[in-house]
Each structure stands twice: as C-alpha cells, then as structure tokens.
C-alpha cells in the first residue's frame, strides 16, 4: 500500500519569498509523484509529475519539485511566490506498471502569501 | 476549460434521498476516477473505470454507493439512502495517453 504525508498543514509566507512544501511518501514499489494545487473555489489542477529520468521536474507557474529515493521525499519548491499562488497544494502517488492504480493524495498544504 | 464537466455542480437533499452525479469527460479518455473531499482533505480514492469495466472499487464504498460508465464515456455515481456523513464533494478525474483532467466537482450537503 502507499500513503503519502504532507508535513505542514499550512504554510504562510511573504509575497516574493521562497517556500517550499514537503512531502513524504511510503510504498513498497515504484510509484509516480504528482503535485496539485487547489485554487479557492476551483477545481483540482496538474502542477507537474514525476514519471522517470531527471529527478528534478518543472511544472506550471514557476514551481518545481525535486524526487528522492533515498529520503522517499518529494518537496515543491518555487523561488518567488506571488499572490496569486495562495491556494491548497496536494502531494500524490501512484503505483508504477498498473493497469488498476488509483492515486492516493496527501491532506493538503495550504499556501498563504503576506503582501 | 477543465476538459470534464459534472453536474449538478451542488446538490442539497435530505438524508434518506437518494443522488445521482453525473461526469462528462469531454473528449474520450479511457480511465475514469471517482473520489470524494471533505474539508481539510485530500481527495479519498472511491472507484475507477477502465474505458466501461469497474477495476477497483474502495473498501470505504458502502454497498449504499454504486458507479457506472455504460459506454465507456460519461459515468454516473448514485447514493443510496444519504447520510449527514455522505456531505463532502465528489470529484470526477479522467486520463487520457499523456494527461488528465479533474471536473470542477460537485458538492453534496445532506440534511
């Protein structure tokens, strides 16, 4: 089984200042690594994924998330947030190689940003 | 333009009644999820649809919920004789060869 532990409930931060948010995984396979972000009253939305290969991966609106192994972490991370990146942020996994994988998502971050 | 519509997009009923949720992926995409959020969470995995056959289905599904995909488009979530703890949004997910879509939800409150 997989489960996945977002380590900050909630994370405030000025605008144009660094964050990251952290996420911790466990499974006893391969998984894929997924990072969505929940805008106020919106829909869930890709933010990027990790499938394989560099285990540095860019998403959408300047974030990025970096894998590793060997901490099972996979932490988001964007240099300069702007207000308008306020919003609650999911960490989530998939098992590799199966035709019957359902993803399992963290609790969720929330992201407030201070003008 | 989420790429899955889903209606109603909220649904005020009385507990006992029962609900029909519908997802309407808007181009084909041959897996189908379902899953429900409650404040503060994550979304929780229900069920899952590989083009029309039902693969997996979660422990936490009570034999009150059922889903369909009859031909392997739209799909359809009934609940049987809600319940208070039946409250939460149900969220449609669909993916296709390189990408995937999550409908806009539809929130449930139950009297």
């Known amino acids: 089984a997989q489960s996945v532990t977002q380590l900050d409930s909630q994370v405030p931060v000025f605008e144009e200042a660094p964050v990251e948010l952290r996420c911790n995984y466990s499974?006893?396979?391969?998984?894929?690594l997924f990072w969505y972000v929940q805008y106020p009253n919106q829909g869930l939305q890709l933010l990027l994924k990790?499938?394989?290969?560099?285990?540095l991966v860019k998403g959408i609106n300047g974030f990025e998330a970096e894998f590793n192994k060997s901490q099972t972490s996979f932490h988001l991370r964007k240099p300069s947030v702007h207000i308008s990146d306020t919003a609650e942020y999911f960490c989530?996994?998939?098992?590799?190689?199966?035709?019957?994988?359902?993803?399992?998502f963290g609790s969720g971050t929330r992201l407030s940003i201070r003008p | 333009d989420t790429g899955v519509s889903q209606n109603p997009r909220h649904k005020i009923t009385k507990r006992g009644q029962n609900v029909t949720f519908r997802c309407d992926p808007i181009s084909e995409h041959n897996r189908l999820y379902w899953y429900r959020q409650t404040l503060g969470q994550g979304p929780e995995f229900l069920t899952y649809?590989?083009?029309?056959?039902?693969?997996?289905k979660s422990r936490l599904l009570s034999d009150r919920f059922s889903a369909e995909r009859p031909k392997g488009s739209f799909s359809t979530l009934e609940i049987q004789r809600t319940e208070q703890g039946d409250s939460a949004m149900y969220l449609c997910?669909?993916?296709?060869?390189?990408?995937?879509?999550f409908g806009p939800g539809t929130r449930l409150t139950v009297l």
């Open positions: 649809f590989q083009n029309e056959a039902q693969l997996e």
């Open positions: 997910q669909v993916w296709g060869y390189n990408e995937q879509f």
């Open positions: 499974s006893s396979v391969s998984v894929y």
């Open positions: 989530a996994v998939r098992r590799f190689y199966s035709s019957a994988s359902k993803i399992i």
């Open positions: 990790y499938l394989s290969g560099s285990t």
